[in-house]
């Protein structure tokens, strides 16, 4: 039946909509890796295109893309503990709160279910200054420790997955518990490999937002730039004296992992549901 | 629970909770803070004093019309606006998805690149883009016979060019989201709807709409719940220069700058008056919804 649609002329017209949006979006990205590959003069004369590929940008900006004395290198892997760790933690909790919610009776119960959808209905400003202090008081602002804090178990992740482990069956947790397994031994031999396809899709999601966040590494990790955030001091920097086409060079290298992962994990990363929307 | 299950279930289950009751310990600290460091201020020998003059700041701002505070307002209500219109718009582009435009893997695909790559990459190339001498400003000058002014050191500009990108920079999760609860509708109840004639709008109206609403109206909602700290990517255009600040950039830039009091305190007065708001769009998302289960 949907086939036959396709045929329609509202269709035809949303088809070449999408691909002028689509190659708007395609064109940036191109326009970019073209900006790279130029030749500082060639830039600075306003050149739509390179004279010469310059793929010598890119072994620049290894050398010559720095932040505060901060390698590129270094902001490499600041941006790879930051954004798998904080992300990693951040699901693998979110898992854990989100289960016991879902699929046990507690006292307090209702409780953590309403503190989970109440905290996302409460849009909180202005909270960074007394969150420095808080990390400062316990000794891990501007430290790599400082993930620890993003272990946060609620927010779009807690809602996601909680409608994921409630529409999960728990006749595989009975006949486990029925053959001697305990609470732990269900939990993660028998349920969560049950989500783990929507678990990497939220961990993809939230490892590509913190990727490319700058903010959070300038509040709280001045001294562990990102590469993101590192990026974004060098260009502020150097900006009377900018080697542009070095610096999206660099711009390019930040965007490869994510675009790999992307392109590995797009799959999982589609599948993403938000059933039952917010009870509150 | 059957007996079986009992055993040590407790203890199970608040051990796994153990980091979640920390992460709520935390903030409602940061929270309690927040709230006292609204309220002081740093005294000369450096100790912090209790006053109110954060608030009368602010207030006092809020009275003179071409104040900071004002337009920091105005364009969050700018930056809200875009978001709750991508929202409908992402929905609408959803449809088209769910019923299989031509090439709508291709899209699906594509139209999420956006939220893939890193906001600074973006930001940049965007903006030599349309720098003048960029690409575009040699297209129109070879069209018109003249350029354009440097858009983002315009202040009257500026915040629509960032406008433009927001909007631009696409659907978020909330396409992901919107496609993947149409295509939870039953099959069944769509070929009921083309048998009974409807068409194509009657479809999306009559039945996609109320079907995926519950999805639709979460997703309003939490953009609702983001009225105060609505924003775009700022700090690469301007860093809040030529009068493109939002609330909470401005909140981020002076934390930033060693300033803590009085953003705290804005944004304390934001969170009071953003939370009864919220509630009441949530009462009137919920008496809307049309409560199908399917």
Redesign the interface.
Known sequence: ???N??K?P???I??VI??L??V???F??V??LN?SLMSRKDYNQ?K?FPTSLQFVNYITAWTELSANGISMIEMIINSVWYAVGASAFSVL?SS??S??IAK???PGRGF?YG?AIV????????????????YDMLGIYDSQFLII?F????GQNFVILYATFKSVSWEYA?AA??DGA???TV?YKIMLPQVISPMIALFM?EF??R??D??TA??FLPNHPS??SG??IY??INETRLN?PA??SG??L??VP??VL?ICF?KS??????????K? | MPKYMKKGAYLFVYLMLAISILGIIKYIWINIQSVIIAFTVENTEGAQVFTLSNFERLFAEFATADSGQVAYLINTFKYFGISVFKILLAFVVSYFLYKKVMGYKFFRFVFYLPCIISPIVLVMTYKDILRVEGPLWQLINSIFGHGYEEIFTNKDAATNAILSYVLWTGFGVALLIFVGSMNRIPESIIESGQIDGAGMWREFFSLVLPLAWETLSTMLLLTFVCIFTASGPILYFTAGNYETSTISFWIFNSVLGGMYNYPAAVGLFYTVVAIPFVWIVKVIMDKFNAQVTY
């Open positions: 039946m949907r086939k649609v396709n329609n509202v269709m035809i949303m088809t999408f691909m949006y689509a708007s979006i395609l940036v990205m326009w970019g900006i306003a739509l909790f854990m709160t289960y016991v046990y009776k507690f953590f503190w905290t996302m209905m409460i849009p909180i400003l202005g909270s960074a200054p007394s969150a420095i202090r808080f804090m272990a946060s178990s609620w009975e518990f029925i305990n609470h732990l939990w999601v590509i937002g990727w490319g700058s903010e300038l509040l590469l993101a990026l974004y260009k502020r542009t610096l999206f711009l390019m930040c965007t994510v675009l992307y797009q990363i589609m599948e993403i549901q938000l059933d039952g929307g917010l509150g």
